[in-house]
């Protein structure tokens, strides 16, 4: 099956063209014609996503379940297209866009089964007391409610999981929220495709149209106009920490502030404690340079920084590290821009104070190729560039001179989306000792792994303190992100006839 895009807007079930238009850049293949989004669009979709609030938000879990699965079989039903394009535009291997659909499906049919089930809407009843002394005590209920529309930022290193029908999107349908994405530029055609199968759905479903709207492209002012529209209540967004810092701000200067859902990267730093990197620090070696090449490094999760204390254990795990990078061949990035600030990156780690090059790499355009250096925890401490986010296959080895320079990088940390340790039983002690520093600087601490991929299930948390995040309190995967469109409501004294179904 072959999908040529027609260059559209899906604003509320209506496919729009505009006068502007821009070219796709895909990785290879044949470009392609899209058209521009505008402020008016992006009015024209907030508005028929708060009519169909109306319906949408009251609509039975059972009803909104439905329409999850029904958007997981249409993408289904649309899989070779999906990957064809995918494939073209962001320059990812099939199996890439395979497993990243599954795991889109995935998320949409478990939070249509976690719906169902009730509990994300933390149902709470203190009974009247009315012969209480000295007050009476009136019937109290509480639950979560909808919101009302949101606003989702596709993502570029995820055209599937993060983008059009991704887990922000999810989470807001589930929620009972309509929304209107605006589509990343380096993969327009997938998100026109995906936005074809959500149409198909809501007519499936026999759902307002207004529940989902596609805006494709525009200059910045359409992504501003998105998040300043009065009627927008959340926005949903993965991407850098430039560009989601002032969108935040935009939302914080709004006359009614609304809550920014921000994913806006790590370095993701891994704690190489001793007796680990002596028993088996060959084997780490390779298992980082795996994981740090793994999808050309772009992954927000990629495990940018290695700590680990001097000698010749480490020493041997450095160059397992390096050995094993300098096999892997250059990968195609998902942009030309992003290519060319993983370069810019590169060049600027390598030339800050006490940095060494261990392994340097040319990068031809598009194609991206590994970077290693390594710095004394002295020179890495207090220089925020180190710290900084590269994105791509590069690693930085960070030596402490002994446990407690080690504990003092940790306590330098900015907020995290993942941090590891890789320990044996021996390393316990060192362990305790970082762990109150690590779950405070992460959403996500783990042991002898490596923290690429993250698990779409209830106990999972996909964020951190900022820069991780913009809500420390929330995660943007898992079901516990549906909670980041609701809101608590009491009902005090309501009779039964009046109360809404969930609380009958």
């Not at 394009?85 to 599954?102: C, D, F, K, V, Y």
């Not at 730093?269 to 007796?275: A, D, E, I, K, V």
């Not at 042991?447 to 820069?467: K, S």
Request: glycine residues 12%; hydrophobic residues 40%.
């Amino acid at each position: 099956m072959t999908f040529t895009p027609h260059g559209k807007h899906l604003i509320a079930g209506n496919w729009i063209g505009t006068e502007n238009t821009f070219t796709s850049e895909p990785a290879h293949g044949s470009a392609h014609s899209f058209s521009a989004g505008t402020p008016e669009l992006v009015d024209q979709a907030v508005k028929a996503a708060e009519d169909a609030f109306w319906t949408y938000g009251y609509a039975s879990r059972a009803d909104r379940a439905g329409f999850l699965n029904a958007i997981a079989d249409e993408i289904e039903a649309r899989a070779e297209a999906i990957t064809e394009i995918g494939t073209q535009e962001t320059g990812l291997p099939e199996g890439r866009l395979n497993g990243e659909r599954g795991r889109t499906t995935g998320q949409l049919r478990l939070f249509a089964e976690h719906i169902l089930k009730g509990d994300y809407l933390d149902r709470r009843h203190d009974p009247a007391l009315p012969d209480r002394q000295p007050l009476p005590r009136p019937d109290l209920r509480m639950m979560q409610r909808p919101i009302g529309p949101v606003a989702v930022f596709g993502a570029s290193n995820f055209p599937l999981a993060f983008s059009t029908a991704g887990g922000d999107t999810a989470a807001a349908l589930a929620a009972g929220c309509p929304v209107v994405v605006k589509g990343h530029g380096a993969h327009p055609g997938t998100a026109e495709i995906v936005a074809e199968a959500i149409h198909a759905a809501i007519a499936k479903c026999g759902l307002p149209a207004g529940v989902f709207s596609l805006i494709q492209g525009g200059n910045r002012a359409v992504g501003q106009a998105l998040v300043q529209h009065p009627l927008i209540r959340a926005v949903g967004f993965t991407g850098s920490l430039g560009g989601g810092r002032a969108l935040f701000d935009l939302c914080a200067q709004r006359p009614e502030p609304i809550p920014f859902y921000g994913e806006l990267g790590s370095v993701n730093p891994m704690f190489m404690l001793p007796s680990a990197i002596a028993a088996r620090g060959a084997e780490l070696g390779k298992g980082w340079a795996g994981s740090l090449a793994m999808g050309a490094g772009q992954f927000c999760t990629n495990p940018g920084i290695a700590v680990v204390l001097e000698g010749a254990e480490a020493d041997a795990f450095v160059e397992a590290t390096r050995a094993a990078l300098s096999e892997a061949g250059g990968q195609v990035m998902l942009t030309d821009g992003i290519a060319k600030a993983y370069t810019s990156g590169a060049k600027a780690m390598a030339g800050q104070p006490g940095v060494q090059d261990l392994l340097t790499s040319t990068c031809d355009q598009r194609e991206a190729k590994p970077f290693l250096f390594k710095v004394s925890a002295a020179d890495w401490t207090g220089n925020h560039t180190l710290a900084e986010e590269v994105f791509g296959p590069l690693g930085l080895v960070v030596v402490a001179r002994d446990a407690e320079e080690m504990t003092r990088v940790a306590h330098s940390l900015s907020g995290q989306l993942t941090a590891t340790l890789h320990m044996d039983d021996a390393d316990a002690d060192l362990a305790r000792r970082l762990l109150p520093v690590l779950e405070r600087k992460a959403g996500r601490v783990l042991a002898n792994g490596f923290p690429t991929g993250v698990e779409v299930c209830d106990a999972m948390v996909h964020g951190g303190p900022y820069p991780a995040s913009t809500n420390f309190g929330a995660t943007s995967v898992g079901t516990l992100s549906i909670r980041r469109f609701l809101r608590p409501v009491c009902y005090q004294n309501l009779p039964q006839s009046v109360l809404p179904d969930d609380l009958g």
